[in-house]
Structures are given as C-alpha cells and as structure tokens.
C-alpha cells in the first residue's frame, strides 16, 4: 500500500515539473514577442526612405540598422528662402561621396564642406534622404537600348533602393566589349531614381526601357550606358504597412494564373512570426 505521504511527495513533484514547464513556456514566447518586435523594426527601417536635415553649423546624422547600408536619394543645401539661384549643385555628388553604403555617416554641415558658395553670407540647412539598404538584395544591369525586367514572385512586392543611368567611372564588365577601354570619366543620372520607382514600386514586375528617352543623358556622345538597378522583394501586407497612402491610390497588384486572375491577399500572419532579424533575409529576397 502506498503511503498518504509518498503520493503527496510524488503530487508536489508533479506539481513543480508543471510549473517550471509553464514557466519555461511563459519564457519563451516572451523572447519571441521580443524578437519579433525588433524583427518588425528592422523591416520597417529598411523598406520606407527617411530624411535627414540640418543647419550650417550642425552636425547631420544618418544610421541604418544592422545587415543594411545607406543608399543617398537626394540631397540639397540652400538657404530656408528656398532661392533657386543658392542651391548648392554639388551637394548630392558630397553625401554621395561621404556616405553612400555606409551604415552610420555624420558631417558637420558648412559651406566649405561643399565647395564654392553662390550666395555667401546667407545661413542655409541641408536636407539628405536616403533609404537602409539590406546586405541582401537583388541587382539588375542592362545596357542601353536593351529592356530590363523586375519580377517579384506573388504576393512580394517590389521595392526600389537606388536606381543610375550612365557610367561609373572605372567600370569595365557593363556594357563593353573586351577591346573596348572605359571612358577616363563618371557621368551618371541620380534622377532615374524617381524613373525607377514611379514605373515599379509596389508592383509585382515592370518593364523598363533603357534609353535616353526614358532617362536623361548624362553622357557625352558614344558613351556605352547602362542602366543599374537595386531592388528587392517586399510582401506586401509589409509594404502595405510601412506605406498605407501609397496604397490608398494606388490599386493592389494581382496574380494573373492560367486558371484566371486570383484575388489579392495578405500574407498569413503566421509567416511573419519568426524572431531571428537574420530570417529576413529570405523573407524580403
């Protein structure tokens, strides 16, 4: 016969097993719902673009999270009256040169920083956008007079982080023959940029023409361009999120399949709930 004091021993253990498993479960969907917060951030950092702005005098900051580097968009120095005449022409060519894939970048903004000065005097404010750029991510380069295509595998959207037409300096594999010597100089495009993205962004695949007709020439004549492309793919409840007003004019790409076309939807929840920041990865590819 088993003793009252034997089964009250064996009911405490039970009792303690149940609980540290309770615990331990407690335990571990607090470090997910952590993880996944921070997984939720690092998305929402490297899918919308910020701004960076300040005065001659200040320091100017820009930082992107960890596994992703600054991509400069645009950048302008002048005066707060907004004069078309005092905008600083080299400005972009600067940042560019300060802060491009970098992960943090910080100038102290003056005058001299950017060289000749059209209006001296006046106090002017520098303002810098720009996007975090995932070490991971898709690139497309296609030679002028050819066409380029961007696709993304449904539901991924696609999002553009930087977009040039022209030539970089130096470059020999794009668009060259073996015989062929790269010019001894850089002209590139930045506006095909805003090209890019007005043809593209937020659709599942576009079709892209490479000419000077839909980008403008930065060359001189015979120059060999090209057009580069760095993009990734983005599900689109993500993208939906991080830019509802995009959305809200803007109807949601459908799947076109040989049963017919399929109603848009959202990615399942479930898919997102992961709480490695290096999942993403292979989430946004």
């Known amino acids: 016969m088993i003793s009252e004091s034997a089964s009250g021993c064996r009911s405490h253990r039970a009792g303690g097993w149940s609980f540290h498993l309770l615990y331990s479960v407690l335990l571990l969907w607090s470090e997910e719902m952590h993880g996944l917060s921070d997984y939720s951030t690092y998305l929402f950092r490297i899918i919308i673009s910020h701004s960076a702005h300040a005065h001659d005098g200040e320091p100017l900051l820009l930082s992107c999270p960890r596994h992703s580097t600054i991509t400069v968009q645009s950048a302008i ?60 991510n898709k690139n497309r380069t296609r030679c002028e007079g050819e066409k380029m295509r961007l696709h993304c595998k449904y539901p991924k959207l696609l999002n553009i982080y930087s977009a040039v037409y022209g030539r970089e300096l130096g470059e020999k594999a794009a668009c060259l023959r073996e015989e ?21 962004y937020g659709k599942q695949r576009c079709l892209l023409f490479v000419n000077d007709q839909q980008f403008k020439n930065p060359c001189m004549p015979e120059t060999k361009k090209y057009l580069s492309v760095i993009y990734s793919c983005v599900p689109q409840g993500l993208l939906k999120e991080a830019d509802a007003s995009f959305f809200q004019t803007t109807t949601v790409p459908q799947q076109t399949t040989s049963a017919g076309v399929r109603k848009s939807r959202l990615p399942d929840k479930k898919a997102i709930l992961v709480s490695s920041s290096l999942t993403a990865y292979g989430y946004i590819k």
């Not at 001296?120 to 975090?132: A, M, R």
């Open 77 to 136: 120095y002048r005066p707060h009256a907004h004069l078309a005449y005092c905008n600083v022409p080299t400005a972009l060519q600067k940042i560019l040169s300060e802060c491009q894939g970098r992960r943090n970048c910080q100038v102290l903004v003056n005058s001299r920083l950017f060289g000749s000065d059209p209006c001296p005097g006046t106090i002017k404010h520098l303002h810098v956008s720009y996007s975090c750029k995932p070490t991971e």
């Open 180 to 200: 062929d010597e790269p010019p001894p100089f850089e002209c590139l495009y930045h506006g095909a940029l805003d090209t890019v993205k007005n043809l593209c």
